[in-house]
């Protein structure tokens, strides 16, 4: 019997209980792996394929795209879309959707959580309790004061506002940046990075990541934010010029810094590493139980969408 349903391939493996049997509902699955097969794999199924599912961090790029044909959807895991070249496949006509908004509770959570822990030095606490530091003649050093603080927040949008309704509840005096200022909120803008950095202790940057950011968080930034300062990123590493704030915190132009995500990932710059005033999470922003789950049921929704109706459920706005 000839298997007649169209073909899904699919990029990266999303971590769901349920994840073969919803893709197989409506479509043939094809694993694309790298290694020796993945050469093989594209030219028997490349004529079939009319789905993708891919995620935010991984590499889809328009000679991939342009791989396929008949591809019409790309359903990526993950909100940020740096990775893929959405703007390729929309001119092609390919719909692309991404899982927006079910992950913004523990993007923001985790960013405050990296707020909290790189002021309060929990890394560095942890660190000195394991090495049984604490009764010696060593004093931990102290932290910095988070509640009615200033926070400037770099890119208000889904993720950015839920990061400032957090910031709210420690009573902090709350401005942002944005290439343009939002309708909806009361909050204050600034239209000047630079004097944004100037006027927070804290700086979030929950921006986009890509070309249009790439370095925004420069030299100039940093030393405004000062040696009292505070930078917080969940967005992409390559808003912040990696080696700027390196020097930034070697030199103690800059107080400290909490990150989840770097520029060459999962690469992270050795002296980093050495700083107790710098706090390191591996790109972990989303990765709770629930929000994964969440993201996989959005990816799924948007297949069987795309399938019953031919349009997806979360596209990507048009580039
Ligand atoms: P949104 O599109 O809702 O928000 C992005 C915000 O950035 C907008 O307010 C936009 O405002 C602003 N922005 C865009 N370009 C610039 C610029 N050049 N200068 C200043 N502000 C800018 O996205 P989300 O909040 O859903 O997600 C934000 C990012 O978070 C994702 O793109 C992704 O990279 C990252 N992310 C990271 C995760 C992690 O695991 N660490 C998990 C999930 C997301 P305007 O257009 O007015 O400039």
Redesign the pocket.
Known sequence: MTNKKPTLIQLVTIAHHDTDAQLAKHYNVVQLKNGPEHDATIAKVRADVEVMVTS?TQPTSADLIDQFPNLKAICSF???Y?SLDVKHAQKKGIQVSNT?DV??DC?ADHAFGLLLATARRLGHADRFVRDNLWGSDQRFPLGVKVSHKKLGI???????MAIAQRAAGFDMDIRY????P?SETNLTYEPS?HALAEWADFLVI????GP??RG?IDAEVLKALGPKGIIIN???GSVIDEDALVQALQEGVLGGAGL??YENEPKVPDALKTMDNVLLAP????ATVETRIAMAELVFSNVDAFAATGKVITPIPTL
Do not use: F, M
């Not at 770099?154 to 950015?160: A, S, Y």
């Not at 929950?206 to 990541?209: E, L, R, Y």
């Not at 790109?283 to 989303?286: F, L, Q, R, W, Y």
């Open positions: 935010a993950g909100v940020g740096d927006p992950l913004n993007v770099v890119g208000l949008g889904r993720i950015g940046h944005n290439r343009t939002r990075l929950a921006t986009v990541g249009s950011t925004l969940i967005s992409r989840d995500v790109h972990i922003a989303s």
